[in-house]
T-cell receptor, first 111, second 112 residues
C-alpha cells in the first residue's frame, strides 16, 4: 500500500536556495495533512499543518491541492540547519485510524 | 510541559527475553500508537488505541502486544523478542483522529 508518496531525494541545495517538495496521496477522503521534520535517529517533529488555503510560517509555506491530490512544502532562504528528512503525513483516510506516512524526502543544505 | 515520554532510550537484549517499553503522555490524548522505523521502510504502525481498553492492530502487529489500562500509558510488550524486531520504536499520541501526532523521543532496540 503506497497511499502517500514522496521523492526520497536527497535534495542537495546551497544555503540561501529555495527548495520545494511534493507529496502525493491516493486517498481522496483524507481530511488533514501535516509536514514533519525528522533529524537522524530522532523523533519526527511537527513542522506545519496543511490547510486548503495554504499555510505560511516564516520561510516555510505548505499548500494542498485536492484536485491533483498532492501537498507541497516550500522552504525559502535555506539554512544549514534545515538539513533533515521531511515527512508528509495524513492522520486518517476515510474510516481508517491508521495514519499514513510518506517515506520522507532528504534535504541537505551545504555552504 | 506537554510531552510523550518513552523509556528506555536504548535497549540491548537477547532473543526470547521478554521486555516492555513504556510510553506515557500528559496531554489527556485519546489516541496513542506505536511505530517502528526501519531504513528504507519509513514509519509503520504496530498497534494503536483509541481509548482506555480499546486497542487494535496496525500494519505490523506480529510479535507485539499492547495494553491501555489508563489513558496516559500505553506500554509495548515483546513477549519473545527476535532479531527482526531490532528497530527504532516511537510512541505517539494525538487528540483526535485528524489531529497531528506527538512523538516520544524513541527507543532504539537491538535483539541479538
Amino acid at each position: 500500500r503506497k497511499e502517500v508518496e514522496q521523492d526520497p531525494g536527497p535534495f542537495n541545495v546551497p544555503e540561501g536556495a529555495t527548495v520545494a517538495f511534493n507529496c502525493t496521496y491516493s486517498n481522496s477522503a483524507s481530511q488533514s495533512f501535516f509536514w514533519y521534520r525528522q533529524d537522524c535517529r530522532k523523533e519526527p517533529k511537527l513542522l506545519m499543518s496543511v490547510y486548503s488555503s495554504g499555510n505560511e510560517d516564516g520561510r516555510f509555506t505548505a499548500q494542498l491541492n485536492r484536485a491533483s491530490q498532492y501537498i507541497s512544502l516550500l522552504i525559502r532562504d535555506s539554512k544549514l540547519s534545515d538539513s533533515a528528512t521531511y515527512l508528509c503525513v495524513t492522520p486518517s483516510g476515510g474510516g481508517s485510524y491508521i495514519p499514513t506516512f510518506g517515506r520522507g524526502t532528504s534535504l541537505i543544505v551545504h555552504p | 510541559e506537554a510531552q510523550v515520554t518513552q523509556n528506555p532510550r536504548y535497549l540491548i537484549t537477547v532473543t526470547g527475553k521478554k521486555l516492555t517499553v513504556t510510553c506515557s503522555q500528559n496531554m489527556n490524548h485519546e489516541y496513542m500508537s506505536w511505530y517502528r522505523q526501519d531504513p528504507g521502510l519509513g514509519l509503520r504502525q504496530i498497534y494503536y488505541s483509541m481509548n482506555v481498553e480499546v486497542t487494535d492492530k496496525g500494519d505490523v502487529p506480529e510479535g507485539y502486544k499492547v495494553s491501555r489500562k489508563e489513558k496516559r500509558n500505553f506500554p509495548l510488550i515483546l513477549e519473545s523478542p527476535s532479531p527482526n524486531q531490532t528497530s527504532l520504536y516511537f510512541c505517539a499520541s494525538r487528540l483526535s483522529r485528524d489531529s497531528p501526532l506527538h512523538f516520544g523521543n524513541g527507543t532504539r532496540l537491538t535483539v541479538t
